[in-house]
């Protein structure tokens, strides 16, 4: 793990985002509250931000984290769900992983609940939108 004892503890946020698609029944199916598992997205965005604080525990060398705060949103259209994850927390060391994690997991959790209805579904486009705080200062994709 990198030592990061000597860095100044500042206020740092990610923004991480992903898609998963699928056909418009299993949207509408979504949408519509008609999945057998559950609500999809409240069981999805519950598992992201559950992701976010485990992250250490999933990702060799990740220092833990006092998370402040991840939020989850998530945006339905005609051919699948954009899922973006916002992490934050006042610390030595970013919170790009957490919320790259968090879009992650939301975004398996939503193939999990929903793979019957569509086996053809993809997960992709996982990327860091952002990160503001820290030594290195503030990016934007």
């Known amino acids: ?23 418009s029944d299993a949207v509408a199916a979504i949408a519509a509250g008609r999945v057998k ?11 992201g931000i559950m992701a976010a604080k ?4 999933l990702i060799p060398l990740c ?3 006092p998370l402040s705060k991840v939020e989850i949103e ?3 259209d005609d051919s699948g769900v954009t ?6 927390t006042a610390g030595q060391t970013g919170v790009e992983m957490e919320a790259l994690t968090a879009v992650s997991v939301t975004l ?11 086996k053809r579904m ?11 705080g820290g030594k290195s200062g503030d990016w934007h994709a």
């Open 122 to 132: 993809t997960v992709g486009d996982i990327r860091l939108l952002s990160k503001i």
């Open 1 to 23: 793990m990198v030592d990061v004892g000597d860095k100044v503890v500042t206020q740092r946020q990610a923004v991480a985002q992903g898609r998963i698609t699928m056909t």
């Open 74 to 76: 998530l945006d339905l």
């Open 63 to 65: 220092h833990p984290l």
């Open 54 to 57: 485990k992250t250490s525990d």
């Open 37 to 47: 598992k559950g609500d999809v997205l409240a069981v999805a965005r519950v598992a």
């Open 108 to 118: 398996l959790t939503i193939y999990d609940m929903a793979k019957a209805l569509d």
């Open 83 to 88: 899922a973006t994850a916002t992490a934050a």
